[in-house]
């Protein structure tokens, strides 16, 4: 309404979100974004892998070698952690969507999930990455 | 160089002009709209900035929801808070048509608390007594402490609603006249408006002007009033020869924050709470035994200064104790969550375990600009009007308040002649014609404006409004004298001459603060001597002017309220006279609680 | 004790683009962040511009993004901050001047949610009734002082402007829940749309940035469920 | 539709639809029968089994050995397509200028149609023993 004329004809938003503190919803957010692209990236990757089962059976073997391979397996791990990491806190997401009340206890879920990934994590992580030094060993 | 400033004004043309968003000016508004007259709303605040939200406590209203109440009753406490300076014609319309008020307000959604049977709950507040003051009784309608938001929320929602035409951010810098001042028996034609955002100027005309600016608080040190309110309307009306009423009636409310005044509500000491000296004793015993803590608020600062000057402050120092911790978690976080979020955050106590340290603050005007039943503004003594000017509000003295305002007594002024002016307005401009155009209507004040912004060097305007709030607290603050009052005249006349000289550093045309704080202590200053000025003549006490030389009210010779105006050019003003006090129902008495 | 100020400068009539100051302003220890602004401009430099009012968090003039949050420069106290502060407007925003951004837009997306009681009934004699209970639902969202320090936190907000943010839907929130409202219905539909509640990704920095600490996520999510259940 | 009763300051009255609140309440419901089906697949293929040993031969012998496995997996993928495509609808919705918004989300659910048709071919189509 203001704008138009003058001076003010061409305000600047000041584009300076990167340096923005947010809190613990922010950054709960932001690995949740990232995780699930993360994913996402890797499904496309996955159901082509899958397909080859059927298309290209030795192209599939020859991708099974490279997974289970010790750098594989620490994509592997990192695709874990992002899966279960997505997983539990949209889970917390979920539960707010459909109990709003909970959103005052946003901190403390978010601190549950967190709990829960290193709880069962580092022993997943512990399975997978175990075949590099046995092998090596 | 400020181009914007000299570039020819915007000409706008509507019926009715607006000036203030507060609670006044918007119910105004709304009546406008209903009406269906074009009307132009000028704010130099988004409207929901308006000091109005501030209100905490709430509104008196007979309405008698949860124990037996009437409208005589609180026309009865009106006058006898206002030492019998009360116009008791004016106080018949503000007890009557709260009630209506009220209601309406509920009607257009604002959130009030509620009784268990759905109604809106009411609570105590100061000086608000049952059957002409036998004790304590339950008007004050409230939202939490938070009753004033709700009000300017809801009014602003309405006016929305009503497509009401604003314009936000554009601070009125002038008042049009035709026909001479208002002296000379001139007709009020519209404003000059600087819109802010780019410093441009803009003559608006029409038949009828509502000045709604609300009050003067920041020309005092200790103050709960908004960084905005510089006195803009008084002022601005008083250049232009209009007379100032009862402005030597300054309110200090109990209960400010220490050192920076943010104010701590009524409505504690309406829940419950009490006051305590440094003896732990509750000294309102010795002032107001049937009120204690709920005498209005004159009495009470004065019972302050009495226990500080005793030495019975906290530890000697110069303020008291506010306690509401026998109130118990509960009400304290239900009923007061917003002024225990200023204790905590304000000064670090925690009001639930602490008594919290409080003192004095300049609070609220009961003078300004003087206007009829109908918020005509009048321009001598007889009552005669000025013709297209209105007021209400805070900047207006109806006079309701007296020489001393109860509390959530102004808010219901907003409300009932904010609503009355608005329908007055609509009549006027039914009934009258355009005032015509005159090019360069705005010629003195871009002339002003220019040259505060272009003079090379000068003082700065943040060391005489320092001067200035120093000498308004130490001398025209709760007690006064002939000594005190005569050297703080002197001294505002002293500032004035400076002002002459005053500097402004920022040269831009958009959003010039510097260039409109400037002006606002301008504004400060004119008050400020209006103030002064009347306290000094006024060899009486009553009210909230106390005087140690003259400790006694005399109704013989002060039963009367003061006007002031303005001397020409730069010469102090002399010229005073006085108006009578309407009297209907209630003969003055002591005033005793 | 002095702090170091830093403010992000932006004057249209002069700079092409905002530029960080920095001033050495004395403070007392109780002083708020906009103490020490008014301070820096009346004693070091008076073309400083920012907006402010009551001075005590209940007008919603000086929201401001200080030491990387928003917040009112009146609620935050000096010594809250440390020796070091930094001021620059509120974010995703147009900047006017300095501190000072335009909030027509801002103020556009309150009024397109129908921010008023519509109950068009005849004019009713007395008030209406309420139960204390049904006036809880929709109490922590009467409490929006309008300052914008939550739409301009959010990460959504920032990356699609058109979102209509959660303080528009916080004072739909408002009515939506007032047992005396019959204007819920056109409401949800407003907001029912890509730039209405579904912009929402329960981020939080809203709720952190209310200085009235009102549970913002909690009133988007209500209006979310209304949407869902009403079809 | 009704014309505005109240004045909406000057910003289009936004066109409520339904769409937003589907995909809304498709990626909530989705993501729960992920939550079981992805994390319990991740399990079986990591910690059950190991990935070394987990040949083409084997995932056709062994995994998908019934229809009801088949079908299993395949409910998998359609949660893992509707959770995950319109989950990166709305990263789109959020990153993308509205010039291209069209565009890319075109390129998006041609992605997903391959998808769907690639991963559906297999698990219909790979011989059963
Ligand atoms: C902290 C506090 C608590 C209070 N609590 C209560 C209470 O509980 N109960 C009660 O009854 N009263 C209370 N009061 C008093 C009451 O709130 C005020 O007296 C009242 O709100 C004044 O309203 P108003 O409409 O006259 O003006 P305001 O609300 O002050 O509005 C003034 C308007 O004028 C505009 N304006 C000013 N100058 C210009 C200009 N030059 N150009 C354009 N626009 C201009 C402003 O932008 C603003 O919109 C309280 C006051 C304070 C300070
Ligand atoms: C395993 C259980 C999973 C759960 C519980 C889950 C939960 C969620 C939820 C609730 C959202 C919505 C977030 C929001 O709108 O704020 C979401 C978004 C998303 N999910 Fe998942 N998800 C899971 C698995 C997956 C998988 C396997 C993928 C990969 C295909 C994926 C990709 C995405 C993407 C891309 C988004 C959008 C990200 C965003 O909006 O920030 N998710 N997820
Ligand atoms: S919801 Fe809170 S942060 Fe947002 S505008 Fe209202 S008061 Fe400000
Ligand atoms: S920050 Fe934004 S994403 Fe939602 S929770 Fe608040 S509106
Ligand atoms: S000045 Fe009013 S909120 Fe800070």
């Given amino acids: 309404m203001s704008r138009g004329s003058g001076p003010l004809a061409s305000p600047q938003r000041l584009r300076n979100y990167p340096s923005y503190r947010g809190g613990e919803g922010m950054v709960a957010w932001a690995f949740h974004r990232i995780s699930g692209i993360g994913v996402w990236l890797f499904i496309i990757l996955h159901v082509i892998d899958i397909w080859l089962i059927g298309a290209n059976p030795e192209a599939y073997d020859f991708l099974g070698q490279i997974y289970s391979s010790p750098p594989g397996r620490v994509m592997e791990t990192v695709l874990g952690a992002a899966l279960f990491y997505h997983a539990l806190n949209g889970m917390r997401i979920v539960v707010m969507d459909f109990w709003p009340a909970l959103t005052a206890y946003h901190r403390q879920l978010w601190r549950i999930v967190w709990i829960v990934f290193f709880a069962l994590g580092l022993p997943g992580a512990y399975i997978i990455l175990k075949p590099i030094w046995e092998v090596a060993g | 160089m400020s181009s914007a400033l000299q570039a020819e004004a915007g000409q706008i043309d509507v019926d009715a002009i607006v000036i203030g968003a507060g609670g006044a000016g918007l119910w105004a508004a709304l009546e406008l709209a209903r009406e269906g007259i074009p009307t132009a709303v000028l704010t130099k605040l988004y409207p929901t900035r308006s000091h109005t939200g501030a209100a905490q406590g709430g509104v008196c209203a007979a309405l008698g929801n949860v124990e037996e109440d009437h409208w005589e009753w609180h026309m009865f406490d009106t006058i006898k808070g206002g030492d019998y300076l009360t116009d008791q014609d004016a106080a018949e319309v503000l007890a009557r048509e709260a009630i209506p008020a009220v209601i309406e307000l509920e009607r257009m959604g604002l959130p009030f608390n509620r009784t268990p049977d759905g109604k809106i709950d009411q609570r105590r507040f100061g000086g608000h007594t049952r059957n002409y003051g036998e004790g304590p009784v339950r008007r004050s309608c409230y939202a939490a402490d938070r009753t004033g938001h709700m009000i300017l929320q809801t009014l602003y929602q309405q006016c929305i609603k009503a497509g009401v035409k604003f314009y936000d951010e554009y601070h009125v810098v002038d008042l049009l006249f035709e026909g001479g001042s208002a002296d000379q028996g001139g007709r009020c034609s519209g404003v000059v408006g600087y819109k802010i955002a780019d410093g441009s100027l803009h003559v608006l005309r029409a038949k009828a002007v509502l000045l709604a600016t609300g009050g003067y608080g920041r020309a005092w040190r200790v103050t709960s009033n908004a960084h905005s309110l510089a006195g803009d309307g008084m002022a601005l009306a008083w250049r232009h020869g209009v007379p100032l009423m009862d402005m030597e009636f300054y309110q200090f409310h109990p209960t400010g924050i220490v050192g920076i005044g943010i104010l701590l509500s009524e409505a504690a000491r309406g829940e419950g709470g009490y006051l305590l000296n440094g003896e732990g004793k509750r000294f309102m015993e010795t002032y107001a035994p049937k009120l204690m803590e709920l005498a209005p608020r004159d009495m009470i600062s004065r019972a302050m200064y009495q226990e500080i000057r005793a030495g019975r402050g906290i530890d000697g120092k110069d303020y008291v104790y506010l306690d509401v911790r026998h109130l118990g978690r509960k009400v304290i976080e239900e009923k007061l969550p917003d002024i225990t979020d200023f204790a905590r955050v304000y000064q670090g106590v925690e009001p639930i375990s602490e008594p919290v340290p409080v003192q004095p603050t300049a609070h609220y005007a009961m003078g300004g600009v003087p206007t009829n039943l109908e918020t005509e503004v009048l321009a001598n003594a007889a009552g005669g009007v000025v013709p297209g000017l209105f007021a209400a509000g805070e900047v207006a003295c109806v006079s309701v308040h007296g020489a001393n305002r109860l509390g959530t007594n102004s808010l219901v002024d907003l409300l009932v002649f904010g609503k009355r002016a608005g329908k007055r307005m609509a009549e006027i401009c039914k009934s009258t014609t355009a005032p015509k155009h005159v090019a360069g209507a705005e010629r003195a004040i871009r002339e002003e404006m220019l040259a505060l912004s272009t003079r090379p060097e000068g003082v700065r305007p943040a060391e005489i409004r320092r001067a200035l709030a120093d000498v308004m607290m130490e001398n025209v603050g709760v007690y006064r004298d002939e000594t005190l009052l005569t050297s703080a005249v002197k001294e505002i006349q002293r500032l004035k001459g400076e002002y002459q000289h005053v500097r402004v550093e920022d040269t831009g045309s958009v959003f010039n603060t510097d260039l409109l704080e400037a002006r606002e202590l301008g504004y400060l200053l004119d008050v400020s001597e209006a103030t002064a000025v009347s306290a000094l003549a006024r060899k009486e006490s009553r009210g909230a002017h106390s005087r140690e030389d003259y400790p006694e009210r005399d109704d013989a010779k002060f039963l009367a309220h003061t006007m002031v105006w303005r001397g020409a050019d730069q010469a102090p003003a002399t010229k005073l006279d006085y108006k009578p006090v309407t009297i209907t129902k209630f003969e003055p008495k002591p005033r005793v609680y | ?231 | 539709m009704n014309a505005p009763r109240y004045s909406r300051g000057g910003r289009p009255r936004p066109v409520g639809s339904a769409v937003d609140l589907y995909v809304w309440y498709a990626v909530r419901l989705s993501s729960l029968a992920l939550f079981v089906l992805a994390l319990a697949h991740f399990a079986m293929t990591h910690f059950v089994f190991d990935p070394a040993d987990q040949s083409a031969e084997w995932v056709r012998q062994a995994r998908w050995s019934s229809v009801a496995l088949r079908a299993l997996d395949w409910g998998m993928l359609m949660a893992v397509l509707v959770h995950g495509f319109l989950g990166m609808r709305t990263v789109l919705q959020d990153y993308v200028p509205s010039r291209v918004r069209s565009l890319s989300l075109g390129a998006l659910y041609a992605l997903a149609l391959i998808l769907f048709v690639l991963g559906t071919q297999v698990v219909v189509t790979l011989p059963m023993d």
Avoid at chain 3, 136 to 153: G, H, P
Avoid at chain 3, 155 to 179: C, K, L, M, T
Avoid at chain 3, 194 to 210: H, I, L, M, P, Q
Wanted: hydrophobic fraction near 35%; aromatic fraction near 6%.
């Fill in chain 3, 1 to 231: 004790m002095d702090v170091e100020l830093k403010i992000q400068r932006f004057d249209p009539e002069r700079d092409s683009a905002p530029h960080w100051e920095t001033y050495r302003v004395p403070v007392e220890p109780m002083d708020r962040v906009l103490d020490v602004l008014t301070r820096a401009k009346e004693l070091l430099d008076g073309s400083i511009t920012f907006r402010r009012s009551c001075a005590h968090g209940v007008c919603g003039s000086d929201a401001l993004l200080i030491n990387g949050r928003n917040r009112l420069a009146c609620k935050v106290r000096v010594e809250q901050l440390g020796k070091s502060i930094s001021v620059a407007p509120l974010p995703g925003l147009p900047v006017v001047k300095d501190l000072v951004v335009d909030m027509d837009e801002f103020f556009g997306k309150y009024r397109s949610v129908l921010p008023f009681l519509v109950a068009d009934e005849p004019e009713g004699a007395g008030e209406r009734l309420q139960s204390q209970e049904q006036r809880d639902v929709y109490d922590d969202t009467t409490k929006c002082i309008l300052c914008a320090a939550c739409t301009s936190s959010c990460p959504s907000f920032w990356a699609q402007p058109e979102y209509v943010g959660p303080a528009a839907i916080v004072n739909a929130h408002r009515f939506i829940f007032d047992s005396r409202d019959q204007g819920a219905d056109e409401r949800l539909e407003i907001l029912s749309n890509e730039d209405g509640v579904w912009r929402c990704r329960t981020t939080f920095n809203c709720v952190d940035a209310c200085p009235r600490g009102i549970n913002i996520t909690k009133a988007i999510l209500e209006v979310s469920s209304a949407i869902g259940s009403r079809g």
